[in-house]
């Protein structure tokens, strides 16, 4: 006959809540505790079955969590922060990759929601593609969006406020008296480079400045940056500042420079957004907009429990104010 839970704890000498604990990895349990539990196990043959424990307690202890490309820095630095803020409350995470793909995105949207994750957590793909998915599993599960988010979507959402950083980038070139400002981002698909390019466009009306200069929309990676670099060497002249939607861009627009001898910032000014931890390594030291990763995660899970805790709980909207980071790429120190 198949051991039970109660005769591993009757084996052990311990109680079906400490054989729990120690079968879902709770930290508060003894080490020795742990050793008796698992030997009883063994001794017994008994396998923990997680999937009927979660039918049995109508919850799963786990959150699903998709984020768009996972080799850009940004996103792992958010991940790494929920995950942790997760394992505080003994929940564990399901990492999930949309790659910028709005069918792989709902693929993955699915496959979480059809393992009964209690609950899940996006950054989308797309302002507008990625809807469709999202209305599909909404009634299913609570869903909070984090860093960027789907236009007029009826779900939690926390990022930080793109406008207002990509303004103060904006305004920290200007103080430094550049005029001519080549903006280079991302095609306008996700709310980030959606709101980055209102806020800079935003930015060089208020203080008066020309917007004639080349805007370059590709993607969030550095090949975009050494492409766009590409194209502002083979214009006219040099512009006094690139701002860039991100900082692989960044990083990309520094490489190609260098290799052409164009000096930053005594040539030019650099700026990215995000503050990955490659930034401060960059050659030179980057100047970007920091993105606040601990909180943003810290917000999120919030989000997401209250959710939980009342579907019917008021909608939040929570925009983060990020930081200017002043390095040497706009002749700042690190
Ligand atoms: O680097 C990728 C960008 O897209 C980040 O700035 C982040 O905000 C994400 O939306």
């Known amino acids: ?68 490309e996972i080799g850009n820095p940004f996103f792992p630095a958010i991940v790494e922060a929920v995950e942790r803020h997760l394992g505080g409350t003994g929940r564990d995470l399901f990492l999930c990759d949309s790659q910028q793909d709005i069918a792989i995105e709902r693929q993955r949207v699915l496959a979480l929601v059809g393992r009964q994750v209690d609950g899940l957590i996006i950054v989308p793909v797309s302002a507008t593609g990625s809807r469709a998915c999202l209305e599909e599993v909404i009634t299913r599960t609570p869903i909070v969006q984090v860093d960027r988010y789907v236009e007029d979507f009826p779900a939690d959402w926390v990022g930080v406020d793109d406008e207002l950083g990509i303004g103060a980038a904006v305004e920290h070139v200007a103080s430094l008296g550049a005029k001519r400002v080549v903006f280079v981002s991302a095609t306008l698909d996700s709310s980030s480079a959606v709101q980055r390019h209102v806020g800079f466009e935003r930015a060089m009306r208020k203080l008066g400045l020309p917007l004639d200069e080349p805007q370059l929309l590709g993607t969030f990676r550095a090949e975009w940056g050494r492409v766009a670099a590409i194209k502002i060497l083979t214009g006219a002249s040099l512009p006094d500042a690139v701002v860039c939607g991100n ?84 002749g700042g120190t690190s």
């Open 1 to 68: 006959m198949t051991a039970t839970i109660r005769d591993v704890a009757r084996h052990a000498g311990v109680s079906v809540a400490t054989v729990s604990r120690v079968l879902t990895g709770s930290r508060t349990v003894s080490p020795e505790l742990v050793e008796r539990v698992n030997e009883a196990a063994r001794a017994l043959g008994y396998r923990h079955n997680a999937v009927a424990r979660a039918l049995r307690r109508g919850t799963t202890n786990t959150v699903g969590m998709i984020v768009p």
């Open 247 to 330: 900082d692989e861009i960044a990083v990309g627009v520094l490489g190609e420079f260098r290799r052409r001898q164009v000096r930053v910032p005594e040539d030019v000014l650099v700026t990215g957004f995000d503050d990955i931890r490659f930034a401060a390594l960059a050659d030179p030291p980057l100047t970007t907009i920091r993105q606040p990763h601990e909180q943003l995660a810290a917000e999120c899970i919030r989000l997401l429990d209250a959710r939980m805790a009342d579907a019917g709980t008021p909608m939040q909207r929570i925009a983060i104010a990020p930081s200017l980071v002043v390095r040497e790429s706009t």
